[in-house]
């Protein structure tokens, strides 16, 4: 019968196994990627981020191009580039570092074609021709704080067209360059190396052993010349002499190839560009933002009116009411509005970002308030260029007053750049425009030429007034030598001398050229005192 009827519980089948207590479960298989290929003793090229997690480097060495490009700006910046002072060498060698990074910069863009590579190249082919600019100063003026000045500006500028927009910090653009230069030189060295292991590498290999072999001598050949006299004239008579000028051109090729060579790891392997800001919630009540740049809007006011009484009114208005002369209360006010400027300009781009606009309302007070505040400080602008003209006039242009003359125009582009941002509820700031401003007003200055329009300046007023710094004018560069010869031989053999024994440097080479100290030493020739 079956068990089923009977009730009795029926042992499992055979081909059906129950659980067991001694059943050892299978390992379970995991898939794992396999490894790329590497070449024995030749390391990976994935340069590993330091500053920026999402900036990965190349993953291939650098090509031959860009290594060439390297070696050639770093051998004529060496060899170009005066040492005693700037001449036209620091153009040819801006203008080959120019085109070198141009080279690599078509050839990236040949590797890699992906959407997120391609970029504004006008704004920063723009920007390289005004760094290549800034260099170019070096072959037409003498004065040594404007070219100090376009020299520091370059660089940036430089490195500026080189990132692009894939950095969301200015700051950081203008570093981007020198970041990647330090993170290629290890790129770099990895790819020698592995051609070093490479089946062509016997001539990489015959490199290296000369470079110990040069070490080893310059360790033990000092030893022995201190042993021996005999020996030390023979290594003195042979041995070629390096002097700082060798070390100065070692750490100028250094530092050429090296930046090359970041513009190079920058351009192939970018980090992508950085997206939208994602919009939080308004921590800031409109009462909280508002009610401060209120009361300053009303402060401006006040105080704008009070200019168009005393400032843009007559002299005996100003003697009455401030019991000074006009060249006096300009003076007196001019630094004190260019750091009201200044810190204005501050305010302005921080209600800019951190104002939030939630609401219609919102964006209507944030843009009123907003224009007001630049709008009132468009008028301080004006008025302290206003007593600057007025301090000129009654005590002479320095280059210090028209440098800060210039500043004071620049902040005013600053504050227009501001205004029509505010006015379209910009959510983008507009630091890369007024930074783009400086730029360009710096390359004004230079084009104007500081120290020639000081001394025309002083000339004519000596012709007014009759009276001259001499000494001042004496202190000035090449650049204001043609401008002086307009003085009397009295006045003018006071200048000239102290002009002339500034300049009385001879250049080393033709990279020292300079078509400022050509045309002064021109003038110095036919006008001897």
Not at 33 to 62: I, K, Q, T
Request: proline share 8%.
């Amino acid at each position: 019968m079956n068990g089923a009827a009977d009730g009795k519980e029926m042992p499992p089948e055979p081909d059906t196994p129950g659980p067991s207590t001694e059943a050892v479960e299978a390992p379970v298989a995991v898939a794992v990627a396999p490894m790329p290929p590497v070449a024995a003793g030749a390391p990976p090229f994935v340069a590993e981020p330091l500053f920026f997690a999402n900036w990965r480097g190349p993953s291939a060495p650098p090509t031959r191009l860009l290594l060439g490009a390297a070696a050639a700006a770093g051998l004529t910046t060496a060899v170009v580039i005066p040492l005693d002072r700037p001449g036209i060498g620091w153009f040819v060698a801006a203008v080959v570092a120019a085109v070198v990074v141009a080279a690599v910069a078509r050839q990236a863009r040949r590797l890699d074609p992906a959407p997120h590579a391609r970029r504004a190249y006008a704004v920063d082919a723009a920007w390289g021709l005004a760094a290549v600019g800034l260099v170019g100063v070096t072959a037409v003026r003498d004065a040594e704080w404007l070219i100090a000045l376009c020299l520091l500006a370059a660089p940036c500028a430089a490195s500026i067209a080189v990132a692009g927009r894939h950095f969301r910090s200015l700051v950081f653009s203008a570093l981007a360059v020198p970041l990647a230069a330090m993170r290629a030189l290890p790129w770099a060295g990895r790819a020698l190396w592995a051609a070093r292991q490479g089946a062509g590498g016997s001539a990489a290999r015959t490199v290296m052993a000369a470079v110990v072999g040069l070490c080893l001598v310059a360790v033990f050949a000092p030893l022995l010349a201190s042993a021996d006299p005999a020996f030390a004239r023979l290594l003195d008579d042979v041995m070629p002499t390096v002097d700082d000028s060798g070390v100065a051109r070692a750490v100028l090729f250094t530092f050429a190839a090296g930046a090359v060579l970041g513009c190079g790891f920058l351009l192939l392997a970018p980090p992508p560009p950085p997206g939208p800001r994602a919009s939080g919630p308004a921590r800031l009540r409109r009462v909280e933002w508002a009610l401060p740049i209120g009361l300053l809007v009303g402060l401006f006011g006040m105080f704008v009116g009070v200019q168009f009484a005393t400032l843009f009114g007559s002299d005996d208005y100003v003697r009455r009411t401030t019991g000074v002369t006009y060249a006096e209360y300009a003076r007196g006010g001019f630094w004190q509005l260019l750091a009201v400027t200044v810190l204005a300009l501050g305010v302005v781009l921080l209600a800019s970002r951190y104002a939030p606009t939630p609401t219609g309302a919102d964006r209507i007070w944030k843009r009123s308030l907003l224009a007001a505040l630049a709008g009132l400080t468009l008028v301080i602008v004006a008025s302290a260029l206003r007593r600057m003209w007025l301090y000129q006039e009654a005590y002479g242009f320095t280059t210090l007053r028209l440098v800060v003359l210039t500043c004071e125009l620049w902040l005013g582009v600053c504050f227009l750049l501001v205004l029509v941002a505010v006015l379209r509820l910009r959510a983008r700031p507009v630091v890369r425009e007024m930074a783009a401003a400086g730029v360009a007003a710096l390359l004004a200055l230079a084009a104007l030429n500081p120290d020639g329009f000081v001394a025309t300046s002083n000339v004519d007023r000596f012709a007014t007034t009759g009276q001259l710094d001499t000494w001042y004018l004496g202190t000035l560069s090449a650049d204001a030598v043609p401008a002086l010869a307009r003085l009397p031989e009295e006045q003018r053999c006071e200048v000239f001398p102290r002009i002339a024994t500034a300049m009385d440097v001879p250049e080393e080479s033709w990279t020292g050229w300079n078509a400022s100290r050509t045309a002064a030493r021109e003038v110095l020739a036919e006008m001897r005192c």
